[in-house]
């Protein structure tokens, strides 16, 4: 048996410092800290030995939603390891954020080589170690220089997954484990512990730092002292806090009541023009310590007391105004539902619950908002699709506050989880509608549905070429994310982006200065124009082509993503190996 015996390792062993060091790299050679698994093929995978994977665009199956843009959200349906190696070719290094929710490994969710791994498979954790690895490493591909990927998983395989993704990622991308409260009440049949949390793993390529927008400090907002329910205790204020409401009195020692609280003023204190005369001590429930307040007023904070109820606020001026996201997720910090809201919301909008544990909308929703800038069209990435979850809160974040963000899901249609589940789902959210029967209001934004073809692989790189250029219109239109098609042709396909005309002539003979004449007739006011041209050469465009094209950015067609998809042929060594136990 033949045993790859991929690893996680530390960036370096712990050595006792007395060791020469001459001794050191010995040792840190023999000290390892390491996952290992068997390597167990998939059939999808040795399919790439012989096939390469392509787009092709099924029109019939797109959504024309009610508030459409020039920049389509992409539903692939296919294998989504056949679907990452496509996205090697049109989205390296270009993706902004991935959230996934992937098989949890507990026996019978994770379907491998056609069959449900069972729970007592003794290869079970081998196969699943498999199967996420190769997807993660083409996923870390896929990420821009500041990309986030979120990871949901739960106690089975929460320790595995976070040693393998210190080795796909490494170790100083961990951002962090956030802890997702699933459940609102716990099941009675759980074994050990009455279980109500899942995880959320985040990785970032820069090692960057979260901030929701709930956690945005607003400069010049006041923030209360008070907050009901803590313990009620004593704080003393100096001479010179500022009154808004209270000018020209003196006031003795007293009760100041509103609603359900209430301020003890345990002094005599003279304002006049705003401006306290003398120092004094309140008694109330205050969420800051007699130490926190004294430091407020030695680092110049301004404290205000606004209205008659004598609650004093700080006025935020600190020029950092942004506070790290928590580690906890739930209704108290983010507004976050269940998997009983996911479940809910689910058949709210396609009317039945033939899925099992959606995850809620407000869960990805938050983690979204937290890595994505409102201001940037940024692409997120979903290739454990599922019920399309991660759509639906890419396209709620799109209402909130104006952007374009892209979605892409991939996913298989095993059990009718494509076009049963995702697409009605997918309609429901950008039309509001299911079937004829209004539901909600449309959130924006149109889908492109594809799903995955093949084309054999040849030793001749021409005639690979020549195949591989029968698809790239589809391609292109994913790579570019292009929302409408203008013309489709047999020598020349026009599509619309934003703030961008797409032209792509994949036609092995054509007269380029006759199709830059017509294409210029379809380019809007305004728009940047790019435009992919057959080539048969592997070093770009011949020069004498993309002088017939001025004014255009000119690319090669088919040469780079034929090359990306030759690159990601699967090492033959893989598929020799006999599974063995884990």
């Not at 969710?109 to 997807?135: A, E, G």
């Not at 950008?430 to 084309?455: C, D, H, Q, W």
């Not at 005309?501 to 830059?516: F, K, M, N």
């Amino acid at each position: 048996m033949r045993d790859s015996r991929p690893r996680a390792k530390l960036d370096s062993p712990v050595v006792n410092a007395d060791v020469p060091e001459h001794q050191i790299s010995d040792l840190e050679k023999q000290q390892k800290f390491e996952l290992v698994w068997r390597d167990i093929s998939e059939a999808v995978e040795t399919q790439l030995r012989d096939e390469m994977p392509v787009l092709i665009h099924d029109a019939n199956l797109d959504v024309e939603g009610k508030l459409p843009s020039d920049r389509s959200h992409i539903l692939i349906e296919g294998d989504n390891l056949h679907a990452l190696h496509v996205l090697q070719a049109t989205h390296q290094r270009a993706i902004d954020v991935i959230y996934i929710d992937p098989p949890y490994n507990r026996g019978k969710d994770l379907i491998y080589n056609d069959t449900f791994v069972d729970k007592d498979d003794p290869c079970r954790h081998s196969k699943w170690l498999s199967f996420m690895s190769k997807r993660l490493v083409l996923a870390e591909q896929l990420l821009n220089e500041d990309g986030v990927m979120f990871i949901s998983i739960d106690d089975n395989s929460q320790a595995q997954l976070r040693l393998l993704c210190d080795q796909v990622f490494g170790p100083r991308s961990f951002v962090a484990n956030f802890v997702w409260i699933k459940k609102r009440k716990a099941s009675n049949l759980d074994k050990s512990v009455r279980s109500i949390t899942e995880y959320v793993l985040c990785y970032s390529k820069n090692g960057r730092s979260l901030i929701h927008p709930e956690d945005v400090v607003e400069e010049d907002k006041p923030y209360p002292f008070y907050n009901t329910g803590n313990k009620r205790k004593v704080l003393s204020f100096p001479k010179g806090v500022k009154f808004t409401s209270i000018d020209n009195q003196k006031l003795g020692p007293q009760t100041f009541r509103a609603k359900k609280t209430s301020v003890r003023l345990l002094d005599s204190v003279k304002i006049v023009k705003g401006v306290a005369q003398n120092a004094f001590r309140l008694e109330g429930e205050w969420r800051y310590s007699q130490v926190a307040v004294d430091g407020m007023f030695r680092a110049g904070e301004e404290v205000v007391f606004k209205g008659t109820d004598f609650k004093p606020y700080l006025i935020n001026k600190s020029e950092d105004r942004f506070k790290l996201m928590r580690s906890l997720l739930s209704a108290e910090t983010y507004g976050i539902g269940t998997n009983e809201d996911g479940t809910e919301e689910l058949f709210q909008l396609i009317g039945k619950n033939d899925f099992d544990y959606p995850k809620p909308v407000s869960l990805v929703h938050a983690l979204l908002a937290a890595a994505l800038r409102p201001d940037h069209n940024s692409l997120v990435l979903d290739f454990f699709a599922g019920s399309g979850t991660t759509l639906e809160a890419v396209a709620r974040l799109n209402s909130e506050t104006g952007a374009s963000h892209q979605c892409i899901l991939a996913t298989n249609n095993e059990n009718g989880i494509c076009r049963d589940i995702a697409i009605p789902r997918v309609t429901a959210v950008l039309t509001g509608m299911n079937g004829r029967r209004k539901i909600r209001e449309a959130l924006p934004g149109s889908l492109s549905f594809f799903k995955t073809g093949f084309v054999k692989r040849s030793k001749s790189p021409d005639r690979m070429r020549a195949e591989i250029a029968k698809y790239t219109v589809d391609l292109i239109a994913v790579k570019e994310g292009t929302g409408k098609t203008v013309l489709r042709s047999a020598n020349m396909s026009i599509l619309h982006g934003v703030n961008k005309t797409v032209v792509v002539a994949p036609g092995l003979e054509s007269d380029h200065s006759r199709l830059c004449t017509a294409a210029e007739n379809k380019v809007r006011t305004g728009n940047r124009k790019v435009v992919y041209v057959f080539t048969w050469s592997d070093y770009g465009v011949e020069e004498e082509v993309a002088a017939l094209w001025p004014g255009w950015d000119v690319n090669p067609l088919p040469a780079e993503m034929l090359a990306a998809l030759r690159r990601l042929v699967p090492p033959a060594r893989l598929f020799d190996a006999p599974e063995a136990a884990s």
